[in-house]
Nanobody, 123 residues
Framework: QVQLVESGGGLVQPGGSLRLSCAAS????????MGWFRQAPGKEREFVAA????????YYADSVKGRFTISRDIAKSTVYLQMNSLKPEESAVYYCAADRMGPYSDYNLYDYWGQGTQVTVSS
């Protein structure tokens, strides 16, 4: 069974940092894009970042460039999202997802999803 399990969310002050983790299991993801999306109440799911499992090429939404970093540890089969300088408007449920075909920014095309982890940015 394919499983993506997010962790690391929580409450953080504006300007603070969090690192999210996504433990991936159940298959080889060697030809996959691994993506992070977020969804706030009343809003559509939004692309945040993606990484190619093999090769490690990274892709970011313009809104997070320079502040967020996506990475993966192949040995641990884990994808990370380091989030710095967080803003209150970035409070959302953050989801990890896996897509074999692409394009990486379209959530409708992703094959597997985690359960999400809540990130709340508030003072």
């Amino acid at each position: 069974q394919v499983q993506l399990v997010e962790s690391g969310g929580g409450l953080v002050q504006p300007g603070g940092s969090l690192r999210l983790s996504c433990a991936a299991s159940g298959r080889s993801f060697s030809n996959y894009y691994m993506g992070w999306f977020r969804q706030a109440p009343g809003k559509e799911r939004e692309f945040v970042a993606a990484i190619r499992w093999s090769g490690g090429s990274t892709y970011y939404a313009d809104s997070v460039k320079g502040r967020f970093t996506i990475s993966r540890d192949i040995a641990k089969s884990t994808v990370y999202l380091q989030m710095n300088s967080l803003k209150p408007e970035e409070s959302a449920v953050y989801y990890c997802a896996a897509d074999r075909m692409g394009p990486y920014s379209d959530y409708n095309l992703y094959d597997y999803w985690g359960q999400g982890t809540q990130v709340t940015v508030s003072s």
